[in-house]
T-cell receptor, first 114, second 109 residues
Framework: SAVISQKPSRDICQRGTSLTIQCQVDSQVTMMFWYRQQPGQSLTLIATANQGSEATYESGFVIDKFPISRPNLTFSTLTVSNMSPEDSSIYLC???????????FGPGTRLTVL | RKEVEQDPGPFNVPEGATVAFNCTYSNSASQSFFWYRQDCRKEPKLLMSVYSSGNEDGRFTAQLNRASQYISLLIRDSKLSDSATYLCVVSDGGFKTIFGAGTRLFVKA
């Protein structure tokens, strides 16, 4: 398994601002994933982040809105840009340390946009 | 049709009951299958992988039927601590992982 931490754990933000979420893993992993979980919904993959290359975004998510950094094998950030109330959600990062499609999740960042 | 479909529940069962969750998936090329558990306000955690031969882990039994594109999870002798949302997860082996919407379980004393 992997131990994953996220910062911040929660935040309340004003419309039009941006928030950067950090994800730290206790071991080196090739791929990290960013998910969104809206209230009462399941997880939706935002993007997959490889170290040293551009993130791959899923349909409906764009880099301008959700820029991602992956500077090394243990760290990634997701920025939620120009926020609106519709961005209120839990944002989770995950890793697949064994490359076996088994994902381990961080504790999530609970974002509320006013 | 959703790629992964689950009965949303909620399932309300007494302690000691046996409860079964079902899940269907649409992509016949799917390679890997899992059940995750998500407690309220917590992140999902892997409960068990699902193999074609079926697998068991204590009170939990998972089965896969590739022909019917169907996955199941059986919980025997339910405990209060089993109360959670159970997520059916399907992967195509190429890091495309789809989460079902989850089935909520409430186990009552």
């Amino acid at each position: 398994s992997a131990v994953i931490s996220q910062k911040p754990s929660r935040d309340i933000c004003q419309r039009g601002t941006s928030l950067t979420i950090q994800c730290q893993v206790d071991s080196q992993v090739t791929m990290m994933f960013w998910y969104r979980q809206q209230p009462g919904q399941s997880l939706t993959l935002i993007a997959t982040a490889n170290q040293g290359s551009e993130a791959t975004y899923e349909s409906g998510f764009v880099i301008d809105k959700f820029p991602i950094s992956r500077p090394n094998l243990t760290f990634s950030t997701l920025t939620v840009s120009n926020m609106s109330p519709e961005d209120s959600s839990i944002y989770l990062c995950s890793v697949d340390p064994r490359g076996a499609d088994t994902q381990y999740f961080g504790p999530g960042t609970r974002l509320t946009v006013l | 049709r959703k790629e992964v479909e689950q009965d949303p529940g909620p399932f309300n069962v007494p302690e000691g009951a046996t409860v079964a969750f079902n899940c269907t998936y649409s992509n016949s090329a799917s390679q890997s299958f899992f059940w995750y558990r998500q407690d309220c306000r917590k992140e999902p955690k892997l409960l068990m992988s699902v193999y074609s031969s079926g697998n068991e882990d204590g009170r939990f039994t998972a089965q896969l039927n590739r022909a019917s594109q169907y996955i199941s999870l059986l919980i025997r002798d339910s405990k209060l601590s089993d109360s959670a949302t159970y997520l059916c997860v399907v992967s195509d082996g190429g890091f495309k992982t789809i989460f079902g919407a989850g089935t909520r379980l409430f186990v009552k004393a």
